[in-house]
């Protein structure tokens, strides 16, 4: 039996370390749907989970963060980053190169 595709996502964000983040596709590529970037952040918005499954480490390709964080916005994203480490720019950006975990 094959998990969903929701599922799937949730057990490779879980992965995810604190003072890490990663990107969508990141995500998608991880769970062999390299195409499905979008249909990963459906998965995120609707996090049955929060605070078990960390969402809030999950940012666009180019560093931002995500302006529809679903669980307090983006203050509330950028917020949880730090608090684990996370360097987070004025302009709502982290330095994938520094930040990025590798699956």
Same mark, same amino acid.
């Given at each position: 039996?094959?998990?969903?595709?929701?599922?799937? @996502?949730?057990?490779?964000?879980?992965?995810? &370390?604190?003072?890490? +983040?990663?990107?969508?596709?990141? $995500?998608?590529? *991880?769970? !062999?749907?390299p195409?499905?970037?979008?249909? @990963?952040?459906?998965?995120?918005?609707?996090? &049955?989970?929060?605070? +078990?499954?960390?969402?809030?480490? $999950?940012?666009? *390709?180019n !560093?931002?963060?995500?302006?529809?964080?679903?669980?307090?916005?983006?203050?509330?994203?950028?917020?949880?980053?730090?608090?684990?480490?996370?360097?987070?720019?004025?302009?709502?950006?982290?330095?994938?190169?520094?930040?990025?975990?590798?699956?």
């Amino acid at each position: 039996m094959t998990q969903n595709f929701f599922e799937r @996502v949730y057990e490779v964000v879980k992965k995810v &370390p604190k003072g890490k +983040v990663t990107t969508y596709g990141d $995500v998608a590529r *991880a769970i !062999g749907a390299p195409r499905c970037s979008r249909q @990963v952040g459906w998965a995120l918005h609707v996090n &049955p989970e929060q605070g +078990v499954i960390p969402c809030h480490r $999950v940012i666009f *390709a180019n !560093g931002a963060l995500s302006y529809g964080f679903a669980f307090g916005g983006l203050e509330a994203q950028k917020a949880m980053l730090i608090s684990e480490g996370v360097e987070v720019s004025a302009d709502n950006k982290v330095d994938l190169k520094k930040y990025r975990f590798e699956y």
